[in-house]
């Protein structure tokens, strides 16, 4: 029974199984729940297949009348037991194509198929950079090189990011199914509010008047939040009345708290735990920084706060350049004297300055990385893998019709 008798079989209604290695907070699980919103009643002929247990994105997702079920592994833990199970789950609900979201949920997905006479087409998602492969885990390592060997057997292959395409195909992902499909924006969630600076300063007790720097991010050495720390310790030496406020998993006691003792500012630099509620805070943000080292492909983060109207200062890692465009500062990563000089000049454009160059950031999101935008990107893409069949040429070169402006 080939693909075609399989497709056939199966009528007019596409149905998606999206293979995920978590459902827990992250840029890839966000962009999987976001999607499956948007979609609206059509998010029903999609289904959600977690490697690991079933966590706070995966509720989010199951609430939405989509069904979410798991594989129940431990992080690291893998076993021929959870390989039967999910090519039994793929068997019985026979899906018309199976689309898989990061690393492991890849090769989860690819693997569900070898072998099979009435396999689907595979997709994958790749939402990570790779800027060398040495700064992953060992075991990372080894599922990114596995990717790289088995990327030939899948129809398509999408990035978030330009850079990420090129990275990953440098060490063998197979160039001839890749395309890029920028992360999207819920312009609707994250737009500006009038209350947000409010809100923010009740719950981080900043006094009013101060300038607020901000940044949305778990702890993790690659986001190189210390250094924000220390380019804000070096403004107020030089009499800017600035707070740091860093919100996200880890923040409040990672190495930004531990930076601002260290250099005696811990009064101005507020650290908030992860919250569900960012899309009321962003917006109370004067600027949003992104300091990041390494790791970053399209980080949500900077699109989030761009959408609320917040200017933006990032440094030059993934594709942040082609994200913020001329709407904010784009610096060298790991250089302090530059986060500082730059988010310097944004506190000297003074709030009506900001003010337009965080509206030009919103029209840039609302007119490139909207939702509507992400739908058809995928509609597209899986159509064209159905017409392809499992191992069809890749003919849609999206990397070239993202249609991004400067």
């Not at 039967?84 to 194509?97: F, G, Y």
């Not at 790991?334 to 919103?362: C, F, H, I, N, Y």
């Not at 017409?387 to 070169?397: E, M, T, V």
Request: net charge neutral; with cysteine; glycine share 10%.
């Amino acid at each position: 029974m080939g693909f075609q008798r399989y497709k056939q079989s199966k009528g007019s209604d596409m149905k998606v199984l999206h293979c995920i290695t978590s459902t827990g907070f992250g840029g890839a699980q966000i962009m999987l729940l976001r999607y499956l919103r948007a979609l609206g009643q059509r998010a029903h002929d999609h289904s959600v297949l977690s490697l690991m247990p079933q966590d706070a994105i995966g509720q989010e997702i199951a609430s939405l009348g989509v069904p979410v079920h798991d594989l129940g592994l431990q992080q690291g833990r893998y076993s021929v037991r959870a390989l039967k199970t999910l090519r039994q789950h793929v068997r019985h609900t026979q899906p018309d194509l199976i689309h898989g979201w990061m690393y492991h949920g890849n090769l989860a997905a690819r693997l569900a198929t070898i072998a099979s006479t009435a396999a689907p087409p595979v997709l994958w998602a790749v939402h990570h950079s790779l800027q060398d492969i040495h700064n992953e885990r060992r075991s990372s390592r080894f599922f990114i090189r596995s990717g790289a060997a088995l990327s030939g057997g899948v129809s398509g292959i999408s990035y978030c990011a330009q850079v990420s395409a090129a990275q990953h195909e440098a060490i063998g992902f197979a160039s001839d199914r890749s395309i890029v499909i920028p992360n999207a924006i819920d312009t609707d969630e994250f737009r500006p509010d009038a209350e947000a600076r409010a809100r923010l300063g009740a719950i981080a007790g900043i006094p009013d008047g101060r300038i607020i720097i901000g940044n949305v991010g778990r702890d993790h050495p690659m986001k190189d939040q210390a250094r924000m720390v220390a380019a804000i310790a070096r403004l107020l030496e030089l009499g800017y009345d600035v707070q740091g406020v860093l919100i996200g998993t880890g923040q409040d006691v990672g190495s930004a708290r531990r930076a601002s003792h260290e250099l005696g500012i811990s009064d101005r630099i507020s650290t908030l735990s992860e919250r569900s509620d960012i899309a009321k805070l962003v917006s109370g943000f004067d600027i949003f920084l992104l300091p990041s080292a390494w790791g970053e492909a399209f980080p949500l983060a900077v699109c989030e706060a761009m959408a609320c109207g917040v200017p933006s200062v990032v440094t030059d890692v993934g594709d942040t350049g082609l994200i913020v465009g001329e709407t904010g500062a784009v610096i060298p990563p790991s250089d302090t004297e530059a986060q500082a000089s730059a988010l310097a000049k944004m506190v000297d454009l003074g709030p009506s300055g900001r003010k337009a160059m965080g509206a030009a950031a919103r029209d840039r999101i609302c007119q490139n990385f909207s939702m509507s935008r992400y739908i058809d990107a995928h509609d597209q893409w899986y159509h064209e893998a159905l017409s392809q069949g499992q191992r069809g040429a890749w003919s849609l070169n999206m990397a070239s019709k993202t249609g991004i402006s400067k």
